[in-house]
T-cell receptor, first 112, second 116 residues
Framework: GNSVTQMEGPVTLSEEAFLTINCTYT??????LFWYVQYPGEGLQLLLK?????DKGSNKGFEATYRKETTSFHLEKGSVQVSDSAVYFC???????????FGAGTTVTVRA | DAGVTQSPTHLIKTRGQQVTLRCSPK?????VSWYQQALGQGPQFIFQ???????QRGNFPDRFSGHQFPNYSSELNVNALLLGDSALYLC???????????????FGNGTRLTVT
């Protein structure tokens, strides 16, 4: 079946550090890939997405590139802020499937 | 523009009891999905409702059931509660016309259910 594996946390960084969260997937065909973020006390929000190979999703300084050859969708940000502290989830969906399959989430804490 | 609203925010129940959770989708959305998020885990798909019908179900027992009303709001019912049902229950809405494949989900803040 479809599954997502993401880097285990927690991850603690200083402000302005570089952030990478690894995500790999298992799926047949061509899934859409997503990163969702859950800020403290809030619901999940879509951060970015990519729908085909080599697409790059970007938002709020975050980027992720859909790499079919390595079945990966790693999330990166060049300079994190304290406000980026949150739980980040990688997820996928298939064209014939109504559900999102989520990874376990990675907790990121950014210190001032 | 109201987002997805869920009620109640917290709930404590005893094993064997039944519970009903409620969800109002984002204005203009017609599709509602329910997810269970255990502590430290990613959300797991329970089911999705569209046009008042359950059109897809995840790997959850029949104790989990739902309903969608003509105004698109939805309920999740869980019977014969087990300790393992303790989790955050998330409702998400989307717009079918955009196509489920790529339709972004809008999530509520969830209902925290504790079973003792």
């Amino acid at each position: 079946g479809n599954s997502v594996t993401q880097m285990e946390g927690p991850v603690t960084l200083s402000e302005e550090a570089f952030l990478t969260i690894n995500c790999t997937y298992t799926a047949t065909g061509y899934p859409s890939l997503f990163w969702y973020v859950q800020y403290p006390g809030e619901g999940l929000q879509l951060l970015l997405k990519a729908t085909k190979a080599d697409d790059k999703g970007s938002n709020k300084g975050f980027e992720a590139t859909y790499r079919k050859e390595t079945t990966s969708f790693h999330l990166e940000k060049g300079s994190v802020q304290v406000s980026d502290s949150a739980v980040y989830f990688c997820a996928l969906s298939k064209w014939n499937d109504y559900k999102l399959s989520f990874g376990a989430g990675t907790t990121v804490t950014v210190r001032a | 523009d109201a987002g997805v609203t869920q009620s109640p925010t917290h709930l404590i129940k005893t094993r064997g009891q039944q519970v009903t959770l409620r969800c109002s989708p984002k204005s203009g959305h017609d599709t509602v999905s329910w997810y269970q998020q255990a502590l430290g885990q990613g959300p797991q798909f329970i089911f999705q409702y569209y046009e008042e019908e359950e059109r897809q179900r995840g790997n959850f027992p029949d104790r989990f059931s739902g309903h969608q009303f003509p105004n698109y709001s939805s309920e999740l019912n869980v019977n014969a509660l087990l300790l393992g049902d303790s989790a955050l229950y998330l409702c998400a809405s989307s717009l079918e016309v955009q196509g489920s494949y790529n339709s972004p989900l809008h999530f509520g803040n969830g209902t925290r259910l504790t079973v003792t």
